[in-house]
């Protein structure tokens, strides 16, 4: 079973929808929890981070961590064709540790 | 102004050849990384350097020996390389080790083995 778990879609929603991305976890040490937005041959980009439980709004994105559950989620409002893309989770145990990502999940939002 | 940068783009040789991915960062860093992406887009780190001091080093073959001259620059060197080399090569660099969830990519490095 791998350390972080994500599903790899593909995801396809009508624009202005509401798309909701998730990820769970099984290391309970992770404290800080990323979401990278990676556009077709490209780099991934760091959309947003939290640190432990709750949740953080950005714009149109708003992410939450629920460490009791070891989910956490990214919720995408008003989607955009612009927001077609993959989305890493990422988490982190903190010190000089390495990020653990997850496979990505792949969105495609339609006219 | 390109933050991280990595060339080549794309590198397409045959297998037992030897090759080499340069990194560069001007934001300042004090921390780059390797990674590697395969087909299914699992992205892994190989490796990590702090000041050019290697902090992270997973378990990938000695084939693959990464050197920092500076702190803006890591670059990957691959030995006899393999079919399975075959992937997306992305740099990136962070303020610190103790930022590292602030990481940032460079456009990736595409290598294809034959």
């Known amino acids: 079973q791998k350390e972080v778990e994500q599903d790899p879609g593909p995801l396809s929603v009508p624009e202005g929808a509401i798309v909701s991305l998730n990820c769970t976890y099984s290391n309970s040490a992770f404290q800080y929890f990323m979401w990278y937005r990676q556009y077709s041959r490209k780099g991934p980009e760091l959309l947003m981070y939290t640190y432990s439980s709750g949740n953080k709004e950005d714009g149109r994105f708003t992410a939450q961590v629920d460490k009791s559950s070891k989910y956490i989620s990214l919720f995408i409002r008003d989607s955009q064709p612009s927001d077609s893309a993959t989305y890493l989770c990422a988490m982190w145990t903190g010190g000089g540790n390495k990020l653990t990502f997850g496979t990505g999940t792949q969105l495609k939002v339609e006219l | 102004d390109t933050a991280v940068s990595q060339t080549p783009k794309y590198l397409v040789t045959q297998m037992g050849n030897d090759k080499s991915i340069k990194c560069e960062q001007n934001l300042g860093h004090d921390t780059m990384y390797w990674y590697k992406q395969d087909s299914k887009k699992f992205l892994k780190i190989m490796f990590s350097y702090n000041n050019k001091e290697l902090i992270i080093n997973e378990t990938v073959p000695n084939r693959f020996s990464p050197k920092s001259p500076d702190k803006a620059h890591l670059n990957l060197h691959i030995n006899s390389l393999e079919l399975g080399d075959s992937a997306v090569y992305f740099c990136?660099?962070?303020?610190?080790?103790?930022?590292?969830?602030?990481?940032?990519f460079g456009p990736g490095t595409r290598l294809t083995v034959t």
């Open positions: 990136a660099s962070s303020q610190e080790s103790a930022h590292a969830y602030e990481q940032y």
